[in-house]
């Protein structure tokens, strides 16, 4: 078995999101990955994913025939810039705006923005001011 090697994060080990259209879900996701540096780690012809997010169609195997519904979904950003361009990678890749970026009420230094994913899904990166990570991820390896 060859050696895999995952990152993952603080608390959400994965999400499925269950999508109508995988083609347009897909380009759209490539896009906001691509402005957060993050890669698309594997693809296959009913479903993509990257890091803790699986993305499918409904006739894939873990979805049994079913669309999950409207999700929440916040991604970490490095700084500011790389909300901003989260949020114009989004919209030029057919995200509708859920909320331009900006500074949040939610603590001092939230700032974040909010894109409409292909399916109504509440996508938005946010990055919580300056701080210091101990690492960048916490790597897992089989």
Do not use: C
């Amino acid at each position: 078995m060859e050696t895999q090697e995952l990152h993952r994060g603080r608390l959400i080990d994965h999400i499925q999101l269950v999508v109508r259209d995988l083609p347009a879900s897909q380009a759209f996701y490539t896009a906001v990955f691509d402005a957060l540096k993050v890669p698309i780690a594997g693809t296959g012809d009913d479903y993509f994913w990257a890091d803790e997010l699986f993305v499918s169609t409904a006739d894939s195997e873990a979805a049994q025939g079913e669309l999950t519904g409207r999700h929440h979904i916040a991604f970490q950003a490095q700084d500011r810039a790389m909300v901003d361009a989260f949020h114009k990678a989004a919209l030029a890749a057919g995200g509708r705006d859920n909320g331009a970026p900006g500074e949040r009420a939610y603590h001092p230094g939230y700032y974040g923005a909010f894109v409409l994913d292909p399916d109504g899904n509440n996508i938005e990166a946010v990055h919580h001011g300056e701080a210091r990570r101990s690492a960048p991820s916490v790597k897992v390896t089989f």
